[in-house]
């Protein structure tokens, strides 16, 4: 039987509400860090990471109107009050929304790898996306990402200029990536698509940088 999607207003933030860059502060009713989660799928990683940092703030944003229903009715169900998820186009959202130095950690994981090279121009972590994430970004905030995909690593290595220890790109230092708070042993990120690949046995890349 097909489950019953709840709309809690509470946590869904719409797009037509929204008027210039957002107010943190009003959206989520307080101050504290706040983390953004690009392609929340299900919405998993904000379960469970907001569940155990509750003195943070987490804005989850996702394109497919029906993951983004099914992470609304979960959030809305499990009662987290520092969660807001937005049915948007990410890319836009981050140039038009978000305020500069203003985010504690980005998350991004296992992003659609688009893998026909005439559709590598729709990844999301390219150099015009990594201008806005950096600007986005608080001095000391991070940038997490985990894929699967070998070729679209390769690329979001050199769009952020990571080398086998080091980061080139002046503004980003490597750090060592934490598994996030959902991860069970031998996970990084413990989401449905992680899961999914794991079983498969694919392999797991992750990378973290830090603002400096
Ligand atoms: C492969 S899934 C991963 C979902 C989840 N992060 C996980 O690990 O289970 C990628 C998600 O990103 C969403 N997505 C892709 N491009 C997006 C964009 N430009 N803005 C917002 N969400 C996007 C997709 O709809 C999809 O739900």
Wanted: with cysteine; glycine share 8%.
């Amino acid at each position: 039987m097909a489950r019953i999607l709840k709309e809690y207003p509470s946590v869904a933030l719409k797009p037509e509400n929204l008027d210039g860059k957002i107010d943190f502060f009003r959206i989520f009713g307080r101050a504290g860090p706040v983390h953004i989660e690009i392609g929340t799928g299900k919405g998993t990683f904000l379960l469970n990471q907001a569940g155990a940092q509750p003195g943070d703030n987490f804005l989850g944003i996702e394109w497919a109107r029906k993951y983004y229903r099914y992470a609304v009715d979960r959030i809305g169900r499990w009662g987290l009050t520092n969660v807001r998820i937005i049915r948007t186009d990410a890319a836009t959202f981050l140039a038009d929304f978000i305020p500069d130095n203003s985010v504690e950690c980005f998350h991004i994981y296992f992003p659609d790898p688009w893998p026909k090279k005439r559709h590598h121009k729709r990844r999301f972590i390219c150099p015009a996306n990594l201008e806005h994430l950096l600007r986005c970004l608080k001095t000391g905030g991070q940038l997490k990402i985990a894929t699967d995909h070998t070729d679209y690593f390769e690329q979001i290595k050199q769009v952020l200029k990571v080398g086998a220890a080091q980061c080139a790109c002046p503004r980003l230092e490597q750090i060592d990536f934490l598994p996030t708070a959902g991860a069970e042993a031998s996970e990084w990120v413990g989401t449905n698509f992680e899961r999914k690949y794991l079983k498969d046995q694919r392999p797991i890349y992750t990378l973290a940088v830090k603002k400096t």
